[in-house]
């Protein structure tokens, strides 16, 4: 067994990637470090078949890979699974970048054949240098510790064997064993960041100090030893400052403002809770910062908002202008479907001398005589205002609703139902307008449930 062999053995070990039982896609590019690994893990003994995405990028350049990668397979009794991409198109219609569009196409494949083809894994040529120019990516963009440690081992389904080899060892161990391999003439552009990185920012490093990838390597290498200790306290921290997790009706996250002061490190902790959510660490920074944390501040990602309500930061996936304004009209008794979480039931009934008003919340009882069909249901507006049961005069709903110490996003989403004249006769699941409750004087009684699922 050659040195790379018992190296890449070595860490397959280490980190438990492969099984000597397993079946594993290969990413075969037709490039070193693919062909590498395609190679070693034939000569490892391994269940392997190979998969090429032909990205239609390169003109005859890439047609050319793509009957290189199938010759290599047919030469060594391989199974091959080839597939065109209109990269390009794709790339314009997501506005994406041709970098991003490639990548997206690539793993989306790759997952779907190896479910279908019911494989272990997905063995991909990332190897040390891969890392090295990884972090310096993310440092350049701006990162956190795991932003740091580059590429792990295994990532769900997908595996990098070769993580911890060497570009040019690769090439050495191709040329010992009489492999060709072809090269893709982007790979010496710089119109990428990583081909940037990699042939400008890392030889003027080495010209700095020749071992300064040896090194960087060597810093991923601690940096992920020390996330296995940091990362479980920071966990901790975070589950302790976490007050509230709810589920249903809706998502949502509390976090005690207090508690999370208290940690050593409130702007990592809050990172490691909110920042999956697409909140940016300039935008943690800045909400972690003491003076960012009166009631009403507020920040926005693209699909949830924070805010700070009474030394809480509230988290809630973000309500759409389309939620806010929808109205509905409901012109007579039955059952309304207001949105895939809302429904409203409506019935009527005489009053006998049994009847008892219901005292649930979802659930209320009204003088029907009262109220004119059709009713209106929608999102409650600044100036609503209602007489609430109990009361003899009337006020602004959004003080009642302070009053009664709920949440901006209790607020944002509160629903009123209205009947034909414009009064407010229901805040659902709050209270009942006063003029309308029933008394001695009722005959019919309307009843209103709403159903939250």
Known sequence: MMYIEREVTKFIAKHRLLSPQGRYLVALSGGADSVALFRILLRLGLQIEAVHCNFKLRGEESFRDEIFCA???????????????????????????IEMAARELRYNH??????????????????????????????LRGTGLNGLTGMMPRNGWVIRPLLQV???????????????YVTDSTNFTTDYTRNKIRLQLIPLLTE??????????????????????????????????????DEKPRWRLGIAIDKLMQTPSPQYVLFQLIHKLGFTPAQIEQIAQND??????????????LVVDRQILLIEQSVTPAELTRTMLLPEVGTYVFSQNVRLRITKCTKTETFRPS??????????????????????????????????????????????????????????LFDKNGALIWLVGERTDNRFRVNENTNEVLQLECLLS
């Open 208 to 245: 700095i100090n020749e071992a300064s990838t040896k090194n960087i390597a060597k810093t991923i290498e601690r940096l992920v030893e020390a996330e296995k200790v940091f990362n479980p306290a920071i966990e901790t921290y975070a589950k302790e400052v976490t007050i509230l997790k």
């Open 71 to 97: 010759n290599l397979c047919k030469e060594h009794g391989v199974a091959f699974h080839t597939v065109h991409f209109d990269t390009a198109e794709y790339a314009a219609f997501h506005k994406l970048s």
């Open 166 to 180: 060497a570009h040019a060892d690769l090439q050495d161990y191709l040329q010992g064993i009489g492999q060709t």
């Open 359 to 416: 005292k649930l919340a979802h659930c209320v009882h009204l003088d029907a005589s009262n109220i004119v069909f059709p009713l209106v249901l929608r999102h409650i507006k600044t100036a609503d205002r209602f007489v609430p049961f109990g009361m003899k005069s009337s006020k602004l709903v959004s003080d009642f609703l302070t009053d009664r110490k709920r949440s901006y996003f209790d607020k944002q989403r509160q629903l009123a």
């Open 110 to 139: 790759f997952e779907k054949l190896r479910h279908d083809l019911d494989m272990d894994g997905i063995c991909v040529g990332h190897h040390k240098d891969d890392n090295v120019e990884t972090m310096l990516i993310n440092l």
């Open 292 to 305: 960012n944390q009166q009631t009403g501040n507020m920040w926005h990602s693209a699909n949830h908002t």
